[in-house]
């Protein structure tokens, strides 16, 4: 089975500061990774993934992900950040060949002027 | 395109009533899930259908029936509410192909339902 630990339930800082969301993962077999982000009062949308190839994945809007397979984590990155980017942003893993999505308890972060 | 809607969007009910959450989305996704999301508890999978009339567990399923007549349709039933499925519950749909699990799943505006 997999297992998501998101290290920090509520993250703030300022605006233009950079942010790291930290995500770890558990599996015995190769997992996709992904970073969904829900703003508020909204469902979940896709951030970024990583499925294979370069570990360094990006999104449209300035986040980064790198993909440690040693540390078997995926952390988050931003350096600098919105108040738009108030959100709370979920990490999650799939087993490959699987479709099933387990979730991390989701990290708030919160940008304040 | 409307994508993927769920309706309610609130609900309040009593302990020991019968409500159904729906969800319909509109690009002909094979796979359809459900979720809760709990504080601390990130969301967690309900049931899922890889197809119509293709349905399984997941997580968290003692509670709550669901059906898949129609592809673009995945009703959530809860027969007998409870104070513990207070909840915010999301639908979600995604594409497969000859079981790839690469497909992004894209995900309803979810439903608010309180339990009294």
């Known amino acids: 089975a997999q297992s998501v630990t998101q290290l920090d339930s509520q993250v703030p800082v300022f605006e233009e500061a950079p942010v790291e969301l930290r995500c770890n993962y558990s599996s015995s077999v190769s997992v996709y990774l992904f970073w969904y982000v829900q703003y508020p009062n909204q469902g979940l949308q896709l951030l970024l993934k990583?499925?294979?190839?370069?570990?360094l994945v990006e999104s449209i809007n300035g986040f980064e992900a790198e993909f440690n397979k040693s540390q078997t984590s995926f952390h988050l990155r931003k350096p600098s950040v919105h108040i738009s980017d108030t959100a709370e942003y979920f990490c999650a893993v799939r087993r490959q060949g699987a479709q099933k999505l387990v979730f991390g308890q989701g990290t708030r972060l919160t940008i304040n002027p | 395109d409307a994508g993927i809607t769920q309706s309610p969007r609130y609900k309040i009910t009593e302990t020991g009533r019968q409500v159904t959450l729906m969800c319909h989305q509109t690009?002909?996704?094979?796979?359809m899930f459900w979720y809760r999301q709990d504080l601390g508890h990130g969301l967690r999978l309900i049931y899922y259908s890889a197809a119509a009339d293709i349905t399984d567990k997941g997580e968290v399923p003692d509670g709550y029936v669901v059906s898949r007549s129609k592809t673009e349709n995945f009703p959530l039933t809860l027969e007998s509410a409870t104070r513990s499925q207070t909840s915010v519950y999301f639908c979600?749909?995604?594409?497969?192909?000859?079981?790839?699990?690469?497909?992004?799943?894209?995900f309803g505006p979810g439903t608010r339902l309180t339990v009294l």
């Open positions: 690009w002909s996704h094979s796979y």
């Open positions: 990583y499925l294979s190839g370069s570990t």
């Open positions: 979600a749909s995604s594409e497969s192909e000859a079981g790839a699990s690469t497909d992004t799943q894209y």
